[in-house]
């Protein structure tokens, strides 16, 4: 125990100095550094004999605060519950959406070409019907005919209607 305080106790400034180097938090620092002295203490009789133990102590300081950095990167900021605002305390659950995306996915693959280019045009491209026309060479007529079509036939096969008899299907009712 004496070797530990005689080697160990006069680097505990530059540790501190160090951690808040790497951490830029004061307290973190400090923390990183107890966590540090503890596993020196812990494992002291695994040092090499030989070797100088500045570098292993600073070593295993370094190895924590990697951990530490990676951990807080994945857990995201750390914000007091007091400072929190009530938009960051609960989510809506994103499975649902993703049901909800994966439904209308296999919906529109269901729906004839000549349909489904029309609404995907329309719809999601925000092609005007005009545009639409020009751009699949019919006449507007047809891409408003063809467009009503598609949306009723996709409401149907969203609510369950014509999936029920296809055995295939893994389209459901989500209300």
């Known amino acids: 125990m004496n070797d530990i305080l005689r080697l160990v106790e006069p680097l505990i400034p530059a540790l501190r100095r160090y951690a808040r180097a790497l951490l830029h938090d ?13 596993r020196v203490i812990s494992h002291w009789h695994q040092r090499r004999r030989d070797g ?3 570098t292993w102590v600073f070593a295993i300081l370094h190895n924590l605060a990697i951990n530490r950095l990676r ?3 994945r857990r995201g900021v750390h914000v007091p519950l007091e400072d929190a605002e009530e938009a ?3 989510r809506p659950p994103a499975q649902e959406d993703a049901l909800i995306r994966r439904d209308i996915v296999a919906a529109l693959a ?3 070409e000549e349909q489904r280019s029309v609404l995907l045009l329309v719809s999601v ?3 005007s019907y005009a545009q639409a026309a020009e751009v699949l060479s019919i006449p507007i007529g047809t891409v408003m005919s063809r467009l009503a079509r598609a949306r009723e036939r996709l409401r149907h096969l969203l609510e369950g209607e014509g999936a029920a008899a296809r055995p295939d299907s893994h389209l459901r009712r989500i209300k």
């Open 71 to 73: 951990q807080s990167a």
């Open 125 to 127: 491209e925000d092609l």
């Open 26 to 38: 004061a307290t973190g620092a400090d923390d990183l550094v107890q966590d540090c002295l503890e």
């Open 52 to 54: 100088d133990p500045r």
């Open 110 to 112: 269901l729906l004839p």
């Open 88 to 90: 960051m305390l609960s």
